[in-house]
């Protein structure tokens, strides 16, 4: 089964709005968290790592103005797409790392399809 | 810069037989790869994955072999079920930092 939900699946809405994207560890807690975004016909590119109790490590190009991420729990990281554009229209996903180690595989959740209109 | 190339957008291959999807990374500093499976409207699903220190990992239908000094890896499906029918992404990462992907293959096991 599931054991990382993200929430919603799909965002419609206008542009300005602040869009925030939830992404939630099942059954176990992850301390670090990763932020995803994939444009049509490209690969899954990382923008940010989230990690709980501190500061999220953005990627070069994202703005962290614009991509707010907020770990607040061990279980719980959100993104929020603040004042959306169009061209903010994409597929958002997260993971999440069961145990510390490096050789532990991130489990993702479903994505999050995000259209500004 | 595309670290975790996968040349082949697409693959065919008939039920039963083996299928073999095709990985290359560029960066040596990589030690953990992965490979997901994604179905339409869900997320990638971890299938296997190998370290750096071994150069070949099997569970079950699924093995994945390392060609460090050729920086490619692959992954062999025996036999292909129709249930296998899905995008394959590799993945590789450096010391547990966030994964590379590549673009994904997408597998279509014909009855």
């Known amino acids: 089964g599931a054991v990382v939900s993200q929430h919603p699946s799909r965002v419609i809405c206008k542009s300005g709005t602040s869009v925030k994207i939830e992404c939630r560890s099942l059954d176990f807690q992850a301390t670090t968290m990763f932020w995803y975004r994939q444009f049509p016909k490209k690969s899954l590119m990382l923008m940010a790592t989230?990690?709980?109790?501190?500061?999220?490590?953005?990627e070069q190009g994202v703005e962290k103005d614009k991509f707010l991420i907020n770990h607040a729990s061990l279980t719980l990281s959100t993104l929020t797409v603040t004042s959306a554009h169009p061209e903010d229209s994409s597929f958002y996903i997260c993971?999440?790392?069961?145990?510390?180690?490096?050789?532990?595989?991130?489990?993702f959740g479903d994505g999050t399809r995000l259209s500004i209109l | 810069d595309q670290q975790v190339k996968q040349n082949s957008p697409s693959l065919s291959v008939q039920e039963g037989r083996i299928s073999i999807l095709n990985c290359d990374y560029t960066n040596s500093m990589f030690d953990y790869f992965l490979w997901y499976k994604k179905y339409p409207a869900e997320g990638p699903t971890f299938l296997i994955s190998?370290?750096?220190?071994?150069d070949k990992n099997e569970d079950g239908r699924f093995t994945v072999f390392l060609n460090k000094s050729a920086k490619h890896l692959s992954l062999h499906i025996v036999p292909s079920q129709p249930g296998d029918s899905a995008v394959y992404f590799c993945?590789?990462?450096?010391?547990?930092?966030?994964?590379?992907f590549g673009k994904g293959t997408s597998l279509l096991v014909t009855p």
């Open positions: 993971s999440a790392r069961r145990g510390a180690g490096a050789d532990q595989p991130q489990h």
């Open positions: 993945a590789a990462s450096n010391s547990g930092y966030a994964l590379n």
């Open positions: 190998i370290s750096s220190i071994k």
């Open positions: 989230s990690n709980e109790g501190s500061k999220a490590t953005y």
